[in-house]
């Protein structure tokens, strides 16, 4: 008797388990070959020379790391995606969150000023590229054509074709495809701050600049961060609107890791030392999200 | 201009004097028109290159086309093979979407609702592929899809298209199932229903606006997928737009006409369904960062 019953109870439990992992294998199975098994792959193609014909991949341990150290062009990548990082994450936070305070309290044309604002964020970045492209164009390009209607001829200039502009240039471009994104999502955030506190604030005789220090950006501490976090994760991975335009020329002057990769093993069939590159760049990707992650588990209470 | 400045600060302190709030009024409107133009002026010169002929844009770069040269576009159309692109664009998204969002559920709500020994452990496991750049990955993934025989195929974006995508999918689907109450689920049990009939029945009805945030989010991530088609449908034939017209501006690369009459082709059905489902997009984009 009490067999029986534990056995139907073992049952009915395996049964159970049995149901819930025939949820989550489908998505497991496609997980595993097409991220997990590749990432590895690329460890191993790391330690190796190929050039992704040859029949034999040549095992030759951290060579291609110790090359990797001492590879300028990897560190020249890399200081752009810093750059890039930088003037990308704080541009557009800063420009969302000055139109979402202007906006905050509702205003007539509200919705269309969100309309217009979202609107470069739906384009690929693709056709922001390309959009840019013909702003920076040195012949016709609106930019340059503005620059002598007005008589400042000057200033006109191969935008992209200039090593110390192409980057800024290039960032610029990807902030108009961007901000509208910070903007939306920080008014999504200053509908949840108290108003009252504005209001004893007010009393308070508190002015614009202290109520913004000290009352909005706490209260919006969680969605800043998390606006940071994708931002910093879109700079490290940034490639579409580079590959588009420049293809990290002129020179190196705008290549960064994802191009300088895609390069390295696609077009010039350095297997081996583009996966050290990814690697590298997996690396980076794991290390901004893993510090991110951190900051948030200690300060969203 | 700074006087304005000074009048709207002072107008916050007191806002009874008519004129000085609309001096105010005019500045912060002044503001929103200005960051208004920097988003419309590009999209307004695209448009109108792609309306002039090449010695039109020569003669005269900015200003509006003397004639309105619609028949470019549907030069461009043609020239550009942009019916290929599109049909093959439609033929990737469609079923990637259908992928990620159906297998995202499954996981999402077995992760969220159903008891099983390593729940957690699993849970991590995806999670640690939000973390994981596609660029680490994009190399082997070549030489993988090209042995199990789908290099050539819509399939070689398909499926790694997919699988990037689950990890947030689930993490997602995981994060709104997890907040339904358990009333429902206990009440449903009682008439009878079995897990996955609980799922269908009760679940997946009151998951509507979660899931159509995950569609619109994965069909824009794949429809503008650009690094995964470049390196795996490099074959003309297999093209989706992106690519497509990548190499369509390159090789009318001088001719400004051309090239803004193909992007504002690649533009345009995108912004329509933006300006028609707009509320539906700002969610759908915005879901990872608002939810998170």
């Known amino acids: 008797m009490?067999?029986?019953?534990?056995?139907?109870?073992?049952?009915?439990?395996?049964?159970?388990?049995?149901?819930?992992?025939?949820?989550?294998?489908?998505?497991?199975?496609?997980?595993?070959?097409?991220?997990?098994?590749?990432?590895?792959?690329?460890?191993?193609?790391?330690?190796?020379?190929?050039?992704?014909?040859?029949?034999?991949?040549?095992?030759?341990?951290?060579?291609?790391?110790?090359?990797?150290?001492?590879?300028?062009?990897?560190?020249?990548?890399?200081?752009?995606?810093?750059?890039?990082?930088?003037?990308?994450?704080?541009?557009?936070?800063?420009?969302?969150?000055?139109?979402?305070?202007?906006?905050?309290?509702?205003?007539?044309?509200?919705?269309?000023?969100?309309?217009?604002?979202?609107?470069?964020v739906v384009l690929a970045p693709v056709a922001v590229g390309i959009i840019w492209k013909w702003m920076y164009n040195p012949q016709f390009g609106p930019i340059n054509s503005t620059l002598r209607a007005v008589g400042l001829d000057v200033l006109a200039k191969g935008w992209l074709g200039d090593p110390y502009v192409a980057l800024p240039a290039l960032i610029f471009a990807g902030v108009w495809g961007y901000f509208g994104f910070c903007f939306v999502v920080i008014m999504a955030g200053l509908q949840n701050i108290d108003m009252e506190q504005i209001d004893a604030a007010l009393v308070d005789g508190a002015n614009g600049p202290q109520r913004l220090w000290y009352i909005i950006i706490p209260g919006l501490r969680h969605v800043l961060t998390m606006i940071t976090a994708f931002t910093l994760i879109l700079g490290v991975n940034v490639f579409d609107i580079i590959w588009?335009?420049?293809?990290?020329?002129?020179?190196?002057?705008?290549?960064?890791?994802?191009?300088?990769?895609?390069?390295?093993?696609?077009?010039?069939?350095?297997?081996?030392?583009?996966?050290?590159?990814?690697?590298?760049?997996?690396t980076v990707s794991l290390v901004v999200s893993f510090i991110f992650i951190s900051i948030r588990e200690r300060g969203g209470d | 201009m700074e006087s304005h400045v000074g009048a709207s600060y002072q107008v916050a302190r007191r806002p009874r004097r008519p004129a000085r709030y609309w001096i105010a009024r005019a500045v912060l409107y002044g503001v929103l028109i200005l960051f208004a133009l920097y988003v419309l002026v590009p999209f307004m010169w695209v448009i109108f290159t792609a309306l002039k002929s090449n010695y039109e844009i020569a003669q005269d770069p900015l200003g509006l086309p003397p004639n309105w040269r619609f028949e470019n576009l549907a030069q461009a159309w043609n020239q550009g093979k942009f019916s290929r692109y599109f049909i093959n664009s439609v033929i990737v998204t469609v079923p990637i979407v259908l992928l990620v969002v159906s297998l995202s559920c499954l996981a999402g709500y077995g992760l969220a609702r159903l008891k099983?020994?390593?729940?957690?452990?699993?849970?991590y496991f995806f999670l640690v592929g939000l973390m994981v750049p596609f660029t680490a990955i994009m190399i082997p993934l070549f030489y993988i899809l090209r042995d199990i025989g789908v290099l050539g195929t819509y399939w070689a974006m398909i499926l790694p298209q997919t699988a990037i995508s689950l990890p947030f999918g689930i993490f997602f689907m995981r994060a709104f199932f997890s907040g339904l109450p358990y009333?429902?689920?206990?009440?449903?049990?009682?008439?009878?229903?079995?897990?996955?009939?609980?799922?269908?029945?009760?679940?997946?009805?009151?998951?509507?606006?979660?899931?159509?945030?995950?569609?619109?989010?994965?069909?824009?991530?794949?429809?503008?997928?650009?690094?995964?088609?470049?390196?795996?449908?490099?074959?003309?034939?297999?093209?989706?737009?992106?690519?497509?017209?990548?190499?369509?501006?390159?090789?009318?690369?001088?001719?400004?006409?051309?090239?803004?009459?193909?992007?504002?082709?690649?533009?345009?059905?995108?912004?329509?369904?933006?300006?028609?489902?707009?509320?539906?997009?700002?969610?759908?984009?915005?879901?990872?960062?608002?939810?998170?």
């Open chain 1, 2 to 120: 009490t067999d029986s019953i534990r056995q139907v109870f073992a049952n009915r439990k395996l049964r159970d388990y049995a149901t819930g992992y025939a949820f989550v294998i489908p998505a497991l199975v496609m997980y595993v070959i097409f991220v997990v098994y590749p990432f590895f792959y690329t460890i191993y193609l790391s330690l190796t020379k190929w050039d992704g014909a040859k029949p034999v991949k040549e095992f030759v341990g951290f060579l291609n790391y110790e090359r990797l150290f001492a590879d300028p062009r990897l560190w020249s990548a890399l200081s752009h995606n810093l750059i890039w990082i930088v003037l990308g994450t704080v541009t557009p936070v800063a420009i969302g969150l000055f139109l979402g305070v202007l906006l905050w309290r509702g205003l007539r044309g509200m919705v269309f000023f969100r309309t217009v604002y979202f609107l470069p």
């Open chain 2, 116 to 123: 099983m020994p390593g729940r957690m452990l699993i849970f």
């Open chain 1, 244 to 282: 588009i335009t420049t293809r990290g020329g002129p020179g190196r002057a705008t290549h960064v890791i994802a191009t300088y990769t895609y390069n390295t093993a696609f077009r010039e069939s350095y297997v081996g030392y583009g996966s050290a590159l990814a690697i590298v760049m997996g």
């Open chain 2, 183 to 292: 009333d429902l689920t206990d009440a449903a049990k009682i008439d009878g229903c079995n897990d996955f009939g609980v799922f269908r029945r009760v679940m997946l009805p009151l998951a509507g606006p979660a899931v159509a945030a995950l569609v619109v989010f994965n069909f824009m991530g794949a429809w503008n997928a650009f690094l995964l088609p470049l390196i795996y449908l490099q074959s003309d034939k297999l093209r989706p737009v992106m690519t497509g017209m990548m190499f369509f501006t390159t090789r009318w690369g001088p001719d400004y006409s051309m090239s803004m009459a193909g992007t504002l082709i690649v533009m345009a059905p995108i912004m329509a369904v933006y300006l028609v489902f707009q509320r539906q997009f700002i969610q759908g984009l915005t879901a990872g960062a608002v939810r998170g």
